[in-house]
């Protein structure tokens, strides 16, 4: 009935919505909200991506909200996740963090551009470290998506 780049567009502003449903109420709360972008590879695929990202603060502690979303666009098919991580800033010194922790990811996948697509719930578990500079925070980090297309993920990115 509707072309396929309509039905996929649909998924993705569906996927968008979710991310903005959950991270913008919770942003206009955060006294230190981060933004930043992301880039780096699936592992497996050899498939790059690139992201958005929001760091926010749970209250005084150590914890994180970090929701985020990721697009990969490969030959064999593309992928579209929204990721709702929380972290944990384990070791904190002037100059560099720590950080482990886990999330619920939203994935899209789609081959052959709209003909055979699937969307999975699957789990993260992350770890990372960033660097304190003085207007934003380079970091790295490694991901392990547990999903029926499980990978292993790494990438870099900048909060500002």
Partial sequence: MFPVW????RRFVALLSLFALVALPAAA???DLDFGVR???????????????????LGPSDWYFNPNIEATFADRRDRLSGNFDFH????????????AGAGLAVIHLDADRGRDSETDL???????????LKDFTPYAQLKIVVSDD???VAGVGIRF
């Fill in 6 to 9: 309509f039905r996929a567009s």
């Fill in 29 to 31: 709360s955060a006294a």
């Fill in 39 to 57: 880039a780096g590879g699936y592992l497996k695929d050899s498939d790059p991506f690139v992201g958005l990202e929001l760091l926010i603060p």
């Fill in 88 to 99: 944990y800033d384990f070791r904190q010194t002037p100059d560099y963090y720590l950080w």
């Fill in 122 to 132: 699957g789990a993260n578990l992350l770890a990372g470290i960033g660097w304190r």
């Fill in 150 to 152: 499980s990978q292993v």
